[in-house]
């Protein structure tokens, strides 16, 4: 027999749970749907929140033939199937699985067939599309973010499928009480799938347990403690390329941006728990030299060695160097100037806003290069007392323009702050005077 959450899925938009804001009374899968002007569309989301229910929803309601692939583990071969099928139909709704492992061949192929009308894609990822998806396909299709269910549209599953005699467990007569529904829908956070099928299990080894103790077992009520015991589902789903990781690593360095030690902690505990190593490490690597930064060069360097020696360690034990560069970082002076800088300084390159570079400053490590123009002119900074002196740097469009803006968060960044502002006075004094004379 097929999984409770297969059976309950949904032939009609009716009958999908949550998402009024897609497929709700004028929404706009739901007026696609009702003018029959179907497009192709990618739904993401994390898992088990309705995108194969309204694809197949979608399907019902149209009555087009309806197709389900997975692009990483279906063949290029199964796609022309229903490519044909579509071509002799008309039109055939494909829903295809994790697309954001579509491969370039399987692309190539669906593309014109996209622009065609033949097939109408509905893909359906748990990673955000605007990062993980190609734009040849992101530019044929529609994104729609599913949202996580509320606690009222789990209990509305959860009582369809419990008064449902032909596809649900309604032949049963089951019910459960208040407490036992709200762990199973606690346990299933968000996941219909998962929450149906831990359903499913409650109900038929409950059932069992009575039958084996010579119990009468109609009209049977299930509890709380016999809700814990029967079913087994994760506390927190996490997909580490999916798009829930992305918020979760998100949180984790705005927490430590905005110096909230117990926060940080506890997304930490939370990555930690998934054992993504990898992210933790390469996110905490990035927040040290762009939220910190120069405000205190030291904790990058204390970053890097927890870093080192967690990734020696291996969970569990790398929880420990990990905690202790994360209470560092979030509560250390902060400062973006760095990157602050360097943005300013690339905008400009985008913008084309740019000039030549010096002739004293371009190579003159070739013959002919004085003939040019090249270095001559070039004054060598250590000939001189402090190792500097003042000369024009920057291509003359560009003199005078400040990339670097030092905040002045800590001790150290208000030394480099001063010696900033002499030596840019003095620079700025000398090429004035440069001009002056000339």
Known sequence: MKPLAYRMRPKNLDEVVGQQHLI?????????????????????????????????????????????????TDSKKQLEQVAEEG??????????????????????????????????????TTENPYISISPAIRSRCQIFE???????????????????????????????????EKLL???????????LNGLELAVLSTKQELKDAGKKDSDFKIDQKEMADSIQMKSQN?????????????AFQKSIRGSDVDASLYYLARLVKSGDLISICRRLSVIAYEDIGLANPAAAQHAFVA??????????????????????????????????????????????????????????????????????????????????????YLPDKLIGTQYFDPKGNSK???????????????????????????
């Not at 740019?354 to 013959?367: E, M, Q, R, V």
């Open 24 to 72: 709700g009374p004028g929404k706009i899968i739901r007026r696609m749907v009702e003018a029959r002007l179907l497009s192709s569309m990618i739904l993401y989301g994390p898992p088990g929140i309705g995108k194969t229910s309204i694809a197949s929803a979608i399907a019902g309601s149209t009555k087009y033939a309806f197709r389900k692939l997975n692009a990483a």
């Open 238 to 250: 996490f997909d580490a390329k999916g798009d829930g990781h992305y918020d979760l690593v998100s």
């Open 185 to 195: 829908i606690e346990k299933g956070n968000g996941d219909l799938r998962a929450t």
């Open 412 to 438: 150290i960044e208000k030394g480099l702050k001063k010696q900033y502002q002499i030596l840019r006075k003095m620079q700025a004094e000398k090429l004035n005077k440069v001009k002056r004379d000339k």
């Open 307 to 392: 870093i080192q020696a967690a990734q020696t360690l291996g969970f569990p034990e790398a929880r420990i160097p990990l905690a202790n560069a994360v209470i560092e970082l979030a509560l250390s002076p902060k400062s973006n100037s760095a990157m602050k800088g360097i943005d300013k300084a690339l905008s400009d390159v985008r913008h084309k806003k740019t000039g030549s570079i010096p002739a004293d400053l371009k190579d003159a490590h070739y013959s002919g290069a004085k003939k040019l123009g090249h270095g001559n002119g070039y004054i060598y900074p250590h000939a001189y007392p402090n190792d500097w002196i003042a000369q024009q």
């Open 146 to 180: 599913l949202k996580p269910l509320s606690t009222k549209d789990a209990a509305t599953a959860i009582d369809r499928a419990l008064t449902d005699k032909e596809n649900g467990l309604g032949k049963y007569n089951v019910s459960l009480t208040e407490d036992a």
């Open 87 to 124: 071509k002799m139909s008309g039109t055939v709704i494909l829903l295809l699985d994790e697309i954001h492992r579509l491969d370039k061949k399987k692309q190539d192929f669906l593309l014109p067939l996209l622009e065609s009308g033949q097939i109408i894609l509905i893909g359906a």
